[in-house]
């Protein structure tokens, strides 16, 4: 992802991210060689973001595909992760992104004390693929 010219900007936001904003795996079939595992989102995570960290996946998955003049590891097998439209509602949300990486419906249900627990920016992630993109304060070091 760091030489792909619309997402490197977004590289040190999507590795800050964690692994509690991605989707999770449902497995569907573990004897065939392709397994798919359709994509399962977290109730609490924004169209924008979903759309950043899709376009991460597709990347993710381009650089992992079988080098030309390489085999294939003997004994693995394809995982194909297809969109689907389940939700984990039980997902826990990281704490401290800004405004815009959540749902706002997601957020209008919460309590006042959820949401003072979360520690929600009062600013937006620019998602946009140009210009410097803004970090996170809770992400930074």
């Not at 792909?4 to 900007?9: A, E, I, K, Q, V």
């Not at 573990?30 to 359709?38: C, D, F, G, K, L």
């Not at 209008?108 to 970090?135: C, E, H, I, M, W």
Request: glycine share 4%; aromatic share 6%; hydrophobic share 35%.
């Amino acid at each position: 992802m760091a030489d792909h010219p619309t997402l490197r900007r977004h590289l040190p936001f999507i590795k800050d991210l964690g692994t509690q904003a991605m989707s999770s795996d449902e497995s569907e079939d573990e004897v065939r060689r392709t397994i798919s595992y359709p994509r399962v989102y977290p109730a609490w995570r924004s169209e924008q973001l979903a759309t950043l960290l899709w376009q991460a996946d597709d990347v993710a998955a381009a650089n992992a595909t079988v080098s030309i003049g390489k085999r294939k590891k003997v004994g693995t097998q394809l995982r194909l992760r297809p969109h689907s439209g389940k939700v984990n509602t039980e997902a826990a949300a990281p704490p401290g992104l800004p405004r815009n990486c959540y749902k706002t419906s997601w957020l209008a249900n919460l309590l006042p004390r959820q949401v003072r627990a979360l520690r929600v920016q009062d600013k937006d992630y620019d998602f946009s693929s140009s210009g410097s993109p803004t970090v996170p304060e809770a992400m930074q070091s």
